[in-house]
């Protein structure tokens, strides 16, 4: 009973905690004159990715590797499709020209960055492939210049609309703390629970990471992009999902890396290929209909592939 209770209970902690850090960082954004899409980028996409990279640094230590790739690639997968989706469901989203042309471009390189330092066995006619130490560090470095970016578009495009509310500069930042705090315990919960249930069921520890895991980890980013989309804020729903992409690959699979060499599966490939026609898709997106903007009837067709992509994993095992 304890268990059903605080996996009710996070879902309660994720809604709030979303509600927080969108508030607190579109009230930071408008006081420090920083645009929405680099805090979107930043502090929201580094605080809803914060459950992914707790799992994934205990996975690395416990050497469940397909745990941890399973959750960095399904929760890619789960946030464009299934999250963006929804977000354009929700309201149509307007896309910032840097974006289009440099935020997304940056997310479809992380997954080709992957590809590359993952595909020991293509390219080098190696036994195994192995995400290794050296591997880490380059991810880390795209990850440096990743920021150095941000850090050269914080003043562009300032534009958050007057109808924002603002709160002191204390008031934000605790909102911001409290925000990510919840979105990590909630998503935790909700985690723990999660995959008990899937234990129980007998699954193998990659579907449960490219589902379970991959999903529950991401319950901070859907419920954070989804009220960011009500408040008519598409710069931090789009930029809490592609921000946290980036995070998710050169980062949390940089130092999961660095803690200990992670052994690839053949079968990981295919969900690597998965995230990269996803984000490739993102892209295309944003280049034809309303240009520059993403519906509902995309928002529709990402869902639908999610449910695709979820069934040939059921049938894969």
């Not at 006081?31 to 459950?51: A, D, E, N, Q, R």
């Not at 840097?98 to 997954?111: G, H, R, Y």
């Not at 705090?181 to 999660?194: P, S």
Request: charged share 10%; hydrophobic share 55%; with cysteine.
């Amino acid at each position: 009973m304890l268990s059903y209770f605080l996996f009710i209970i996070g879902f309660f902690l994720l809604v709030k905690g979303a509600d927080w850090l969108v508030d607190g960082a579109s009230s930071l954004a408008k006081k420090t004159g920083i645009s929405t899409i680099v805090i979107g980028l930043t502090i929201v996409s580094f605080g809803t990715s914060m459950p992914e990279f707790v799992v994934n640094i205990l996975a690395s230590v416990k050497g469940t590797a397909d745990i941890a790739l399973g959750n960095i690639l399904g929760s890619n997968i789960f946030n464009i499709l299934f999250i963006l989706g929804l977000s354009m469901i929700v309201r149509p989203l307007i896309v910032k020209n840097n974006t289009i042309w440099k935020e997304i471009p940056l997310a479809i390189l992380a997954v080709v960055v992957l590809w590359i330092l993952a595909s020991d066995v293509f390219l080098d006619n190696a036994f195994t492939a192995i995400l290794s130490r050296a591997d880490g560090m380059v991810m880390i470095l795209f990850f440096l210049i990743f920021l150095y970016y941000i850090m050269s578009i914080r003043h562009k495009d300032v534009d958050i609309g007057d109808k924002t509310k603002t709160f002191s500069y204390p008031a934000s930042n605790m909102m911001i703390l409290a925000g990510i705090g919840c979105l990590v315990l909630g998503g935790k919960w909700i985690v723990d629970g999660a995959v008990l249930i899937a234990e129980s069921l007998g699954v193998s520890e990659a579907l449960i990471g490219l589902t379970i895991v991959a999903i529950g980890t991401s319950l901070p980013e859907l419920a954070t992009s989804v009220v960011a989309a009500v408040k008519k804020n598409s710069d931090i729903a789009v930029g809490n999902i592609v921000g946290s992409n980036i995070f998710n690959i050169f980062w949390v699979l940089g130092v999961t890396s660095l803690i200990r060499p992670l052994p690839v599966s053949s079968a990981i490939n295919a969900d690597i290929l998965v995230v990269l026609l996803a984000t490739l898709l993102l892209f295309v997106f944003t280049l034809t209909g309303e240009k520059a903007k993403l519906t509902r009837r995309q928002g529709i067709i990402f869902v639908t592939l999610y449910v695709i992509y979820v069934i040939y994993l059921i049938i894969r095992g």
